[in-house]
């Protein structure tokens, strides 16, 4: 199984990547903008269950604006190229005990490795709604990641937004592999002038 570290913090997600980062913050896009199959950044394009996903708000983030009362919504983000290190910002996710209009549970948040394995992650929310950054390194490239919605008391969705999603470019921990037969060629290749 991918053996991954789980970050709830920028600051120490992006030291431990000890490389470029790439951020989609949708301020490019214009508010409404569908995003449904565009490809936010090399090789990541964003999809949910309940459509239309479109640009929201004056902050600009993705969000899911279909039937929001079905209960089960989740975001869910196609990773083509083999980072091993993403991150995320769930906003919007309101918790305040007592009041049944917020998440009364938490949402879960799973990430697929192309080993083969996965990890789920239980979040919860805030009393503010403020972003919930979480970010992940793994041995093995993320190939999906899921977001599903907490309810409210009601059995909706709490309505969440997702913004800044990041992968790492570079770094010990997030290069892609080199062909088994790469540095077999490179050592034939400088053998050869002896």
Not at 18 to 29: H, K, M
Not at 131 to 138: A, Y
Request: glycine content about 12%; overall charge negative; cysteine-free.
């Amino acid at each position: 199984a991918a053996t991954v570290s789980v970050y709830t913090d920028l600051a120490s997600w992006q030291a431990a990547v000890a490389g470029a980062v790439q951020t989609q913050d949708f301020s490019g896009f214009a508010a409404g903008s569908n995003l449904t199959g565009v490809t936010l950044l090399p090789g990541l394009t964003l999809s949910t269950n309940a459509p239309p996903l479109q640009v929201f708000g004056v902050d600009r983030e993705a969000f899911a604006l279909g039937n929001r009362g079905q209960g089960n919504l989740y975001y869910e983000g196609q990773y083509a190229l083999p980072y091993r290190a993403v991150a995320l910002d769930i906003g919007s996710f309101e918790a305040i005990p007592g009041d049944g209009s917020t998440a009364v549970d938490t949402g879960e948040l799973a990430f697929w490795f192309s080993d083969g394995s996965s990890q789920t992650l239980a979040i919860a929310g805030n009393a503010t709604g403020a972003n919930l950054f979480i970010g992940v390194i793994s041995d093995f490239a993320v190939t999906r990641l899921r977001w599903s919605e907490a309810h409210e008391a009601s059995g909706g969705n709490e309505e969440t937004t997702l913004d800044n999603l990041r992968v790492g470019l570079r770094g010990d921990r997030n290069t892609v592999p080199l062909p088994g037969t790469l540095p077999l060629a490179a050592l034939a290749l400088a053998v050869l002038p002896l």
